[in-house]
Structure formats: C-alpha cells, structure tokens
C-alpha cells in the first residue's frame, strides 16, 4: 500500500470559519508534509513532521495550524483564512527524516484538497 | 537562495517526437527528483536520481544527472499523448534538511 488519503476533496470555507484537513498514510512513514499549491505554480513547502514532531516550518502565518497526532495521521488546522489562501493543499510522506538527504527515500504524495476561500 | 529552473516552461509535441526537458539548479546537490501531475491531481514520483552520472529510464522517458553541471534532463523518446503533463525537477535544500526545493515546472502538451 503505498496511499496517501486526504480529506475533503474539495472545500469552500469563509473567512471567518474554522475546518481541517486530514491527511493519512499506512506505509509506516516517519515523515510528513504539507505542501500549498497554487494553478500553474510548484508546490511550497508548509511544513515538515518528523517522527511526529514539528522540525520545519516555512514560516507559515498562524493561521494555518498544523497538528500530528500519531504516526500515521497529519491535520491541518484552519482558521480565519484570507481569498490568497485559496490553492490545492498537499500532503506527502516519506520513509524516514533525514532519506531525502541521506537515503533512497522519495516523497508520496496525496490526491490534495482544493480549497477555496470566500 | 536555492533556485531551481527548468525549460522550456511550456512545451507542445507532435506524437512521435523526441524532446528534452532542463532543469537547472543553483547550489550544490547530488541528488535530484522527477515528478508528474496531471492536471487537478497530485504528484507521481518518476525518477530519483542519486549521484552523479545517474540514468534512469522508464519507457518513453530517460532522466540524466550532472551534478558538476548542476543540470538534469528529462528525454521523452516517441511522444504519445498519454505523456501530457506538467513534470516538475526537485532538488534537496543545501541546509541538508528534508526540504524539497520544486522547479518551475514544465507543462507538456502532445498533440497528434
């Protein structure tokens, strides 16, 4: 199995709501990322989870919150988003932290959420 | 700044043709990442390239790697149609971290 699931698919919030995205992978990987993308552009790295900790954060604004809460689970947190925000949001796993760098590892991504911010 | 650049940005083929896609990078880096989306999906990886001299081949595409040169290529051998997409290089960020740094992209269109 090597899925990466992301719910919902698609998503219109306002801006003045709250939602999460939840992002799943039963490959047994120690790496996790949120990646944001925007139409026509590559994807920019948010965050990374390694071994369920907070190791990089992109300097994100607050009010994207991310949260793991066990190895296989990554949620990000939204709240008070603005109309920019709106782009196809990417999870990704990878085996270990540190195999991009130093071993064999690539990323898995998921299908993504498109969302859209009124 | 790490800065990953590939072209042509752009690139529509008649079915059947050969063409090479670029990808340029500005720090030093001996590993390096082939990705495809389809539009509205997500990413497939493609190709991982490890070193130096790395060739790697998966049917109509053959992905190369210069790291002295800071260049990789990405062949497509024979276009057919199933091959259209956006396919974008990536490099590890030199701060040695679990960064990918993702090139511009470039958006592939075959046509009969």
């Known amino acids: 199995d090597t899925e990466v699931t992301q719910t919902p698919k698609h998503l219109v919030m306002g801006m003045t709501n709250k939602k999460s995205l939840k992002c799943e992978q039963h490959?047994?990987?120690?790496?996790m990322y949120w990646y944001k993308q925007k139409a026509k552009k590559p994807p920019e790295l948010m965050f990374v989870?390694?071994?369920?900790?907070?190791?990089i954060n992109e300097s994100v604004p607050s009010r994207f919150s991310p949260e793991c809460p066990n190895s296989s689970l990554l949620n990000l947190h939204l709240h008070a988003l603005q109309p920019e925000d709106s782009a196809l949001y990417l999870c990704?796993?990878?085996?270990?932290?540190?195999?991009?760098?130093?071993?064999?590892?690539?990323?898995?991504f998921g299908p993504g959420t498109r969302l859209t911010v009124l | 700044e790490l800065k990953v650049e590939q072209n042509p940005l752009f690139l529509s083929m008649q079915e059947g043709k050969n063409y090479t896609i670029y990808c340029n990078y500005s720090?030093?880096?001996?590993?390096l990442y082939w990705y495809r989306q389809d539009p509205g999906k997500s990413l497939e990886s493609l190709f991982v390239?490890?070193?130096?001299?790395a060739v790697k081949q998966e049917g109509r595409l053959m992905a190369s790697l210069d790291t002295k040169a800071r260049l990789s290529t990405l062949h497509i051998t024979a276009a057919v149609h199933d091959l259209s997409a956006t396919y974008f290089c990536?490099?590890?960020?030199?701060?040695?971290?679990?960064?990918?740094?993702f090139g511009t992209g470039t958006r592939l269109q075959v046509f009969p």
């Open positions: 990704a796993s990878s085996q270990l932290p540190g195999g991009l760098v130093y071993g064999t590892d690539t990323q898995y």
């Open positions: 490959m047994g990987h120690r790496a």
């Open positions: 989870y390694s071994y369920e900790k907070l190791s």
């Open positions: 720090t030093t880096s001996d590993r």
């Open positions: 390239l490890l070193s130096n001299g």
């Open positions: 990536a490099v590890v960020a030199y701060d040695n971290t679990d960064k990918l740094i």
